[in-house]
Each structure stands twice: as structure tokens, then as C-alpha cells.
């Protein structure tokens, strides 16, 4: 952290799904951010206006933390003293239970058990009051700080968003094997669609790439309806973060194209369903119960963008072989939707699926869903 004047500046980190770096770091200009991008995020500069900025507008970061301290550490005989250096008082005024996620790479430290020791050490020594640590599964309420050695090098950081930042606290239920909402979100950006156009998903499970689609093509900050750590800290500036929530509800507007979601599982299409509803958001899309691959026509007029996610692995129906399922797919797409540009998710190793599709996409990125490696196809926007 560093001071200019009276607006205290921050080294911020956005961190993001490995692979999607790039698109990270594109939505963050999108805001009027510059960043750095390194494995597993984008680092920045920027005041508490930023900060709150970000975390309400990011739909691809996963957490965004603040830079605590970054020094030499050889011994942990010496850990706790210089932790008990930074302004702990700032960021945990009343909490006495934190989360800790500790690494050692690389360093003469080796041990992130006794490496997180040392820290709530430290803190407690700092804030005059004895600090527990506990488990991630105790809550997301509790304070997260994380703490990094790399070649003996140690960088500490504070989380400032709380709950995981896909957690719009929009989506009421989910089927199995769900599609986070910055994965969702980082495929829309990718498709290249301008948000007035027609968007489908063929496969919407619960409607995540649904209720993305709308929050983006209306201007809805994915952060709106939540709440962030950010709030409990000393600094915490309420007249700023209203003015940012008056000023994104002045951009609201209402999608211009057509928004729909397809599902041949009633119970997926009607969580679909539900989840708009109850998200206010049903007025701006449509939720189809039906197999795409038995639509013997498109279901709109005017091309526009497919995105989706289809089955594979665990999701995949036991009448379908994975190959048969993509060449039905593409075959679908060359006769119904032959104008429509393609954004979808196949597993990485799967070389002979994108055979068997017969589309002529080319891969954008990988990333894990749900512990499987992906890569992401898209067609061309012409």
C-alpha cells in the first residue's frame, strides 16, 4: 500500500482460473484498469474507488486482494515479529477467527502449516488480542488472508471480496455439475457478442450462461445484490460504494436481442426457470424444455451467437456416445444455424471430438471446470 496525498493507493491482484488471464486483463481496460498479467491473474494499482470498482463490475475474477507486505523471510524464527508489522488493525477491527490459505515454493520455508502459525502469531501480536485460525469450511464470513513464500520471498495479502466472486447471489439452485458464473462469463466475452444480438444456449443446465448473457446485455454489475469483506474494514468508504451503485443503476438498460435457453431435461430447464424468476430476470430471457436435436428448424429468425456448454464427462446421457453427441451438434448447426457464429467448451484432450464435430473452430483459451481441463472453441466473428 502507498500514500499520495490523503488517497491511500493499493497493489491490487485479480485473480482468475488459470487460461484466462487474457481475457482478465481485457475486461479490466474495458474498466480503465492497466494491469500486469501474471499465472493466475492481472496486478494493478488503485485507490478504494477501484477496489470497490472492481469487485462489483469483474464478471471473470475469481477474488481480488490486496498487496499486504512483500519481503525476505530465511527463518521462521524471524516470521511473526515482521508480520506484526503491517496495519492488521485495518482490515480485522473486531474479527477474532481468520482463514489462512498458505504456500511455500522454493524457499528455505517450507512448511505453510507453521508458515500460517506464525502469521495468526503475528496478527495477534499486532492487534493485542489472541487470533484463531480456522478452517476453510467454518464459513465464508470469516476474514481470508493468504500468505506466499517463493524463493524465500514471502507476500501477504488480504482478500477483499468475501465470498468467491462467481457467487452473484442470484442463482437460487443449480443441477449437477454446474457451470460457475465467470466461467460463463469469460465464454461470452470471448464469443465476441455484442450483447444486441440473439444468444442461445442449447445446453443451459441451470441457466448460468442465461442469466450472464442477461446481466451483461442489460449493464448489471455482477456485484450488485452481494455484499464483500471490503465492508468490514476500518477504511471502508459507504458515500463511495453508493455512489458507484447509483451510478451503475443510471446504466441499466434492457437487452435488445433475444436471450434463450434450451434443455431436453424438464428438471434442468425448470431450475432454469426458477433461477430467473427469482432473480427478476425472467422478462429479458426465455428458458425452452426441449433436444436441440430435435428442433427441426432454428429457433430464431435472425443469426446471432451460440455459447454453451455441453455435456461431457459425468454430464453425458447414457444414450449418447460423446463423439455421436458432438456430430449431432455440429450437423444441427451446419443445417439450422449455418450465419451463427459458435463459442463452446470440449474437453482439452479431445482431438477426435472436434473431428466429429466438423465445425471449423479454432481454440481461444483452456481452463478447468469442475476438475476436468477444457479448451475453448469459437468461430471467427466476421
Not at 507476500?155 to 466461467?183: C, W, Y
Request: hydrophobic share 40%; net charge positive; glycine share 8%.
Amino acid at each position: 500500500m502507498s500514500t499520495s496525498g490523503t488517497e491511500s493507493r493499493f497493489d491490487i491482484f485479480a485473480l482468475c482460473p488459470p487460461g484466462l488471464e487474457d481475457l482478465l486483463s481485457r475486461e479490466l481496460k474495458s474498466l480503465g484498469i492497466n494491469g500486469k498479467k501474471t499465472r493466475g491473474g492481472v496486478e494493478f494499482h488503485g485507490d478504494l474507488s477501484v477496489l470497490y470498482s472492481v469487485n462489483l463490475w469483474s464478471r471473470i475474477a475469481g477474488r481480488i486482494l490486496v498487496r499486504i507486505g512483500n519481503f525476505r523471510l530465511l527463518s521462521l524464527k524471524k516470521a511473526e515479529e515482521r508480520f506484526s508489522r503491517y496495519p492488521w488493525e485495518l482490515y480485522l477491527p473486531k474479527e477474532r477467527e481468520i482463514r489462512i490459505r498458505a504456500a511455500a515454493h522454493r524457499s528455505r520455508i517450507y512448511h505453510s502449516g507453521a508458515l500460517a502459525q506464525r502469521l495468526v502469531q503475528g496478527i495477534s501480536k499486532r492487534l493485542g488480542r489472541r487470533i484463531r485460525q480456522v478452517s476453510e469450511k467454518s464459513g465464508e464470513d470469516k476474514p481470508l488472508v493468504f500468505v506466499r513464500m517463493f524463493k524465500d520471498r514471502c507476500q501477504i495479502s488480504m482478500d477483499s471480496s468475501g465470498r468467491h466472486l462467481h457467487k452473484r447471489g442470484l442463482k437460487k439452485h443449480t443441477v449437477r455439475a454446474p457451470f460457475r458464473e465467470n466461467l460463463a462469463a469469460a465464454m461470452l466475452l470471448a464469443s465476441g457478442w455484442d450483447r444486441h444480438s440473439n444468444l442461445l444456449d442449447p445446453f443451459c443446465g441451470s441457466g448460468t450462461i442465461v442469466m450472464e448473457a442477461v446481466l451483461m446485455a442489460s449493464m448489471i454489475p455482477p456485484g450488485r445484490r452481494r455484499t464483500f469483506s471490503f465492508m468490514k474494514w476500518k477504511n471502508f468508504q459507504p458515500e463511495t460504494w453508493h455512489q458507484l451503485l447509483s451510478l451503475a443503476d443510471k446504466l441499466r438498460t434492457r437487452p435488445l436481442g433475444k436471450i434463450l435457453g434450451i434443455d431436453r431435461d424438464r428438471a434442468a430447464a425448470e431450475t432454469a426457470l426458477f433461477n430467473l424468476e427469482q432473480s427478476g430476470l425472467i422478462s429479458s430471457a426465455e428458458i425452452l424444455h426441449a433436444d436441440f436435436f430435435d428442433l427441426q428448424k432454428a429457433v430464431m429468425a435472425e443469426p446471432g451467437f451460440i455459447v454453451t456448454n455441453p455435456p461431457y464427462g459425468r454430464r453425458l446421457r447414457e444414450n449418447y456416445s460423446l463423439s455421436r453427441l458432438y456430430a449431432l451438434f455440429g450437423e444441427n448447426i451446419k443445417r439450422y444455424y449455418p450465419r451463427w457464429h459458435i463459442t463452446m467448451v470440449c474437453p482439452a484432450d479431445g482431438s477426435y471430438l472436434k473431428r466429429a464435430l466438423g465445425l471449423a473452430l479454432k481454440p481461444f483459451c483452456r481452463f478447468r471446470n469442475g476438475g476436468i481441463r477444457v479448451e475453448l472453441l469459437s468461430s471467427p466473428v466476421l
